[in-house]
């Protein structure tokens, strides 16, 4: 763990010292340090944003560089969750610590005031715990506890800090067992295990009813646990036991009979190589097994399927899907109810053991757990009043003040009234049975609180136009997966008009699961399929002419991109004329990958970028996805002037910064008549590799016609010699390009494949 949080420090900027023990029989005394960091490097998903960034982390150990944390403002300790080994550190760390350094335990259970009992008065002032959670650099949450004599100045620094620079969720926390996301998440597995056994469902089935359907991972439950690992569950699960005796639920904390047997046979999940699932064969041979809880032998993985909830399924809206499949009788609907009804009564009488407010434990579960609603937000999705009633009915305990609250006519746990034509929330104090405000974290917008506070600018299916105050407008995509269509198209074109009247910038980012995974695939496809090439060469048309006009409006346009920014997202991101990416931030063009090249500009605009034919054939030909706002500096994708935010909550407000910095004086460029583009010789140079890569094998033959299109492009189409062109002539080559390819059968077969699968086909 210690080598993945010094990673996430890397990946902000922040050089770090590793620091770990000395490994017997080894000849080189820094190995267990140098050893997590090459773990941390291979990692998937990746501990660092790129793998130049681990030169910002200096490796050592505890015996030769203990000395050197007197010039660190921070430790971090992450050793071993056994209190005699940490205060034996702790002894040591004294003899070289600073006066007024921090020292951070990252404990996930062991009560603070047990680790620092007996130390210098100093010392406890500055120590704190922080719990990061694994992967650091993926999981929001970071959990702070102040011990008993921690000063309120330095947790406020360390939540002001990782907030600001390491892109983290802050919730202070109790100094209670788990604290507040182990508590509430151990409870979550726990009865999901027990009612696994209880009720005779398979992992396929709680996997298949745990996950996106109800606003989890895709991880869901046991797949979570083969990541995690069985052994760091059971140890989370025991000490928590351990540690609650008088927790009326404590007996979810017991590990069920399977549990313990997998343990028992080394069955530890991905670290050993099975656990719930097991994988099999190599290349096309390879298999997913599933393990039979009932006789412990695995069996090829069966999709699990129920007919009430595939009905359910296609409900876009979260709250709205949940109180569906809460209404189902059958067995996956009663599973659901006792698994979300136990939860929520749990987070009730959680409170005020672990947390005063239900805010810190619905932010917990979301940032900490990646569950889209905490468990008061999913009470107030069910609908209280209802499901209080059906828990009555079932001669359930209601914890007294969750009746209190409903006497008092309250009928939810947040609410949003209208103030001022500003967004405005409340939540429900259990413990004073009254609404209280929920203070506004400044520097985070969120986008529908303000659209419900004065609404929108302009709006259709697929997008609106949002003043976000400061004289900003912000574009926000709210289509399926954001992609993208003539509503978005169109709204890009009124934003920018709106903007040049009303507004000194524009911003287009949205608060989606991803920025847009690229132009309507489905549309594309049956207009392809219906040969109706007027309409569709119509729409290339209007997309492309809508980028540049992103990239020439007379006011400046900030793209704010963030996960899956592919296709025809990255191409309005690289039009903008700033970038503020998210720091985690997936971008490229993979328009290749169904059979055509970009068709919005990117081919055009990576060829004015980079001046090289060959650079930007390489990019978009080989599909090149950035796996970090980072990476995509390396790749080309981000320039020097474009920034990265580390919290994805600041994204919109430093994309608003950002634009209203450089509006003052801002000049709009005109359209490039100037590009030089390389003609036949490119074009031979090109087709060259084309075939040496198709020779190796590395390609296909219908790889071999889109490169060959996408070389016919960046070379400037039937020219002899080098020359210049408009932007305006690439456009239609580009455009011209991507309309032939739709007219064939292959890449009508890719496009039908991604649409089915989600996955590119090498046909």
Known sequence: MGSRIAAHFANAGIPALLLDIVLPNQPNRNAAALGGLETALKQKPAAFFTPETKSLVTPGNFEDDLAKIRDCDWIVEAVTEK?????????????????????????????????????????????????????????????????PETLPAVRDHIAEFSDRHLGKGVVPCKDTPNFIANRIGSFLGGTVQNLTAEMGFTIEEVDALTGPLIGLPKSASYRLLDLVGLDIWAHVTKNLYDLVPGDPWRERFVLPPFFAQMIERGWLGDKTGQGFYKRTGKGDKKEILALDLKTLEYQPSKKARFASVEVVRNIEDLPQRLRALMALTDRPGTFLWRLFSDLVLYSASMVPEISDRIVEIDRAMRWGYANSLGPFELWDALGVEETVARMRQEQRHIPETVEKMLESGAKSFYEAPDYDRRPHHEYFDLQANSYKWLIDRPGITVLKDVKHAHGVVKKNGGASLIDIGDGVLCLEFHSKMNSLGDDQVSLIRAGIEETSKNFEAMIIANQGENFSVGANLMLVLLAAQEEEWEELEAAIHRFQQATMTIKYAPKPVVSAPFGMTLGGGCEIAIHSARVQASAETYIGLVEVGVGVIPGAGGTKEMLVRFGSAQKAFELIAYAKVATSAAEARTFGLLRPQDRISMNPERLIDDAKALALSIAPGYVPGVPRTDVEVGGAEDLALLKTGIYLARQANYITDYDTVVGEKLAYVLSGGRLTGRQTVSEQYLLDLEREAFLSLCGQRKTQERMQHMLKTGKPLRN
């Open 83 to 147: 209190l005699e080994i940490k205060r034996a550190l702790i002894e040591k760390v004294l003899k070289h610590r600073k006066p007024g350094s921090i020292f951070s335990t990252n404990t996930s259970g062991i009560p603070l005031a047990s680790i620092a009992e007996g130390f210098p008065t100093e010392f406890r002032q500055h120590f704190l715990g922080t719990h990061f959670f694994n992967p650091p650099r993926y999981l929001h949450l970071l959990e702070t506890i102040p011990g």
